[in-house]
T-cell receptor
Framework: AQSVAQPEDQVNVAEGNPLTVKCTYS??????LFWYVQYPNRGLQFLLK??????LVKGSYGFEAEFNKSQTSFHLKKPSALVSDSALYFC?????????????FGKGTRLSVIA | IAGITQAPTSQILAAGRRMTLRCTQD?????MYWYRQDLGLGLRLIHY???????GKGEVPDGYSVSRANTDDFPLTLASAVPSQTSVYFC???????????FGQGTRLTVV
């Protein structure tokens, strides 16, 4: 079975500081990994994904994530946080061997960037 | 603009009533999904469809049914609503195993 853990319900960071939102996953095979952002009263917006190749993936709005197979992690990072980055962030996984199956999501991490 | 359209945006529903949440996509994606979002629980999969004519159960299917008569539409029906079905419902679609899922704006349902 596939699963995702986002160990922090809430992350607080000062504007201009680097931010990290943690994600670990569990799949029987190799993963496809995704990050989404949700602003209040909105749907989920895709940020970035890891499919294959370079372990460092760059996405929208200056976000990036690093795939670490040995640690089964896919942490989301940004070098300098903005107040407008405050939102709910979801990590998701799909087992590469399972075809086009539904994404399995973590419970989400609320990011607050303080001016 | 291509994407997923959900209707209604919000609804207050009396317990015991039947309700269908509508979802339409214009991206010709094969796979479609229904998730519910509840505080502290993240997104949980209700039902999915890998292609028109097929459906499957997700993590929390009880009390819900779906149909996939064509590629574009994937309605979710609550046969007899209960208060525990109060939630925000999201429809999504994807085109391949490598593809990200695209989400609608959600339907906020309150069962009273």
């Amino acid at each position: 079975a596939q699963s995702v853990a986002q160990p922090e319900d809430q992350v607080n960071v000062a504007e201009g500081n680097p931010l990290t939102v943690k994600c670990t996953y569990s799949v029987s095979g190799n993963p496809y990994l995704f990050w989404y952002v949700q602003y209040p009263n909105r749907g989920l917006q895709f940020l970035l994904k890891y499919i294959t190749g370079d372990n460092l993936v760059k996405g929208s709005y200056g976000f990036e994530a690093e795939f670490n197979k040995s640690q089964t992690s896919f942490h989301l990072k940004k070098p300098s946080a903005l107040v407008s980055d405050s939102a709910l962030y979801f990590c998701a996984v799909r087992d590469r061997n399972s075809g086009n199956t539904p994404l399995v999501f973590g419970k989400g991490t609320r990011l607050s960037v303080i001016a | 603009i291509a994407g997923i359209t959900q209707a209604p945006t919000s609804q207050i529903l009396a317990a015991g009533r039947r309700m269908t949440l509508r979802c339409t996509q214009d991206m010709r994606h094969n796979a479609m999904y229904w998730y519910r979002q509840d505080l502290g629980l993240g997104l949980r999969l209700i039902h999915y469809s890998n292609t028109a004519g097929t459906t499957g159960k997700g993590e929390v299917p009880d009390g819900y049914s779906v149909s996939r008569a064509n590629t574009d539409d994937f309605p979710l029906t609550l046969a007899s609503a209960v208060p525990s079905q109060t939630s925000v419902y999201f429809c999504a679609s994807s085109d391949s195993d490598r593809g990200e899922a695209f989400f609608g704006q959600g339907t906020r349902l309150t069962v009273v």
